[in-house]
């Protein structure tokens, strides 16, 4: 199926059963299983719609490497252990990682990889960038780590770019009080609050007769009852005021976190985002490389949202994990040796060469740009090794 059947499904869907919520508007944009975002499409890199760190420079990877076997010490150097990256693209930052993981035989000859994809088109690429790097690898569904049945490892789960996709709430302030953001088709009916959940009966034959091959449209529209007065607790700034919560991304955390068990292990997460609570709306679409209408082409755009770390420590707080950082990427690079892994890779380098690695790195450390921008936080296991550079 196309793009445009998502957006004739969503209408029809919207029309039976009334708005649904951004949460779920983003989960079927990036994650329908017949049509959505992630499963069709080739996203990261030069022709696709976005660019991620890893591909910018292969230096990032390989400090990433050198932060995991330095995690590894922290984790009592285990014999055997498990290597884990959530939403890997096109495997390259893995491919780097390994390869600077040669820096400690002992780290390297038994580790596990795993990787956490359900892009089929993606999973070839990975594939192709790991052959022959001299480590098992095995591939895990989106669904990970649901059904997980493999021997309990001390393990490092890496997710680079990875929370910012997970499907946001967006809660909205009318008259003092929050009430959930939805998506309803843009049609000229008005809802009223009794038919805010279920359409009445005809809604369907109103979106039909929008006309042959007329594209649905869609728009925000705010629930008529606010969410309950306890949550979110966060101080209502203004009128409209939209405050973000990571529902998803604490429910992944947590299935992680079970998963794992009482085995040491450090999750490393590195995104864009602040440190909250903040209210804004940070909802973007991201498309050949330019910003988007969220709304204006569901499936088709890549979906995402800030990363809110504050509700990341909170998430690590309901567990059995330590959080630590955030600290911003310049930081985490810079500690990591970013700039001498830059003169020793440059050396004898031509001059072309020279400054295409040096305007890569400075693009990812630049504390005005990606540097600041995007942070890194480890949630460390109770019990193991406060985690390096943190």
Not at 59 to 80: D, H, N, S, V
Not at 219 to 237: G, H, K, L, R, W
Not at 298 to 307: F, K, M, N, T, Y
Request: aromatic share 8%.
């Amino acid at each position: 199926m196309s793009a445009a059947n998502l957006r004739a499904w969503l209408a029809t869907e919207i029309a039976t059963k009334g708005p649904i919520t951004v949460e779920r508007y983003m989960r079927e944009c990036l994650m329908h299983p017949e049509f959505g975002y992630y499963r069709r499409r080739q996203a990261i890199g030069a022709l696709g719609d976005f660019i991620t760190a890893p591909e910018i420079s292969q230096i990032f990877g390989e400090l990433i490497g050198i932060w995991t076997a330095a995690a590894w010490a922290g984790l009592g150097e285990p014999k055997r252990w498990r290597l884990i990256e959530l939403g890997p693209g096109r495997g390259t930052l893995m491919s780097d990682l390994l390869r600077a993981l040669k820096v400690l035989p002992a780290a390297r000859a038994g580790v596990e990889v795993v990787l956490v994809e359900g892009n089929a088109v993606l999973r070839e690429q990975q594939r192709a960038a790991l052959e022959g790097c001299g480590v098992p690898v095995a591939w895990a569904d989106e669904t990970f780590p649901s059904g997980l049945d493999w021997p309990e490892l001390p393990t490092i789960v890496i997710g680079n770019e990875f929370l910012d996709a997970l499907p946001i709430r967006q809660l909205v302030a009318v008259h003092g009080k929050w009430h959930e953001r939805c998506v309803d088709v843009a049609v000229p009916t008005p809802r009223s609050a009794a038919s805010f959940e279920t359409r009445p009966p005809g809604a369907q034959d109103e979106v039909k007769g929008l006309g042959e091959g007329t594209v649905p449209s869609f728009q925000f529209v705010d629930t008529p009852d606010p969410v309950p007065a306890t949550y979110p607790e966060v101080s209502i700034a203004h009128e409209g005021a939209v405050y973000e919560v990571m529902s998803s991304a604490a429910e992944y955390i947590g299935a992680v976190s079970l998963a794992l068990g009482e085995i040491p292990s450090y999750m490393l997460f590195i995104d864009y985002g602040h440190e909250g609570p903040l209210p804004g709306d940070t909802l973007q679409a991201v498309s050949g490389h330019r910003y988007a209408d969220p709304l204006a082409a569901p499936g088709e755009h890549d979906l995402s949202a800030q990363v809110d770390f504050s509700q990341v420590r909170d998430a690590a707080s309901r567990l059995n994990f330590e959080a630590y950082g955030p600290i911003t990427q310049a930081e985490f690079l810079g500690w990591l040796g970013g700039a001498e892994r830059l003169q020793r890779l440059t050396r004898g380098k031509d001059a072309a060469t020279v400054q295409a690695m040096q305007s890569g790195l400075a693009r990812l450390m630049q504390p005005d740009g990606m540097g600041g921008r995007f942070k890194a936080i480890v949630l460390a296991r109770k019990g193991v090794a406060r985690p390096p550079v943190f």
